[in-house]
Structures are given as C-alpha cells and as structure tokens.
C-alpha cells in the first residue's frame, strides 16, 4: 500500500496551494481519509478528515474557512485545497487512511509533502 501525496511547494502569504493524495495498492473507498501536519519542532497535529462517501468533512479550527478536503473515489485520491495561506501553515503536510470505522486511529500514512508559506 502507497499514499503518494504531492503539491507542496513555497507559496506567499494569502497564496493557495492544492495538495493530493494517491492510494495504490488498494482501495479506500471504505474508510475515513484525512491530513494531518507537522511543523517544525512540533508534534503532527491533525488538520482535516472526510468521510467515505465524501459528505462529511471535520476541520481542525485553524484552517476552518481556508481549506477544503474533497475526495474522488474513482481515482482513490484525497485532496486538500488551501486558500488564504499563513506562515503558521508551513509544515509537512501527511495523508492518513483511518482504521475502519475509526475516527482516530489512522493505518496508512503517506510520505508526506513540504508546504512552505513566506511572509
């Protein structure tokens, strides 16, 4: 199983950047998917999730309003649209695949994609 995350890069404050996320290997049209960041010497915090229909989403309250998590289940892939970008936002930005019908225990993480925001 691989979780190809892609669409980082260094972007201006107020910019937008739109990552995704490819599963292979199986599908994962059963489980919740998500995006979780880390930044620099801080622990990964979780930043959004959707559900397995793509109906529902969760956001963490920093981003609420700036970023949208979407789903295609026909190409297996998470997406994560920022908008309104802030210095605060750079990190590594990681995919996860939750355990079935988990809402915290994630199985797959993918290999994670660098977002830098400049001030």
């Known amino acids: 199983v691989q979780l190809q995350a892609s669409g980082g890069g260094l972007v201006q404050a107020g910019g937008s950047l739109r990552l995704s996320c490819a599963a292979s290997g199986r599908t994962f049209t059963t489980r919740r998917m998500g995006w979780f960041r880390q930044a620099p010497g801080k622990e990964r915090e979780f930043v959004a999730r959707i559900n397995r229909n793509g109906d529902s989403t969760y956001y963490a309250d920093p981003v609420k309003g700036r970023f949208t998590i979407s789903r295609d289940n026909a190409k297996n892939t998470v997406y994560l649209q920022m908008n309104s970008l802030k210095p605060d936002d750079t990190a590594v930005y990681y995919c996860?695949?939750?355990?079935?019908?988990?809402?915290?225990?994630?199985?797959?993480w993918g290999q994670g994609t660098l977002v830098t925001v400049s001030s």
């Open positions: 996860a695949v939750y355990g079935l019908g988990s809402l915290q225990t994630v199985d797959y």
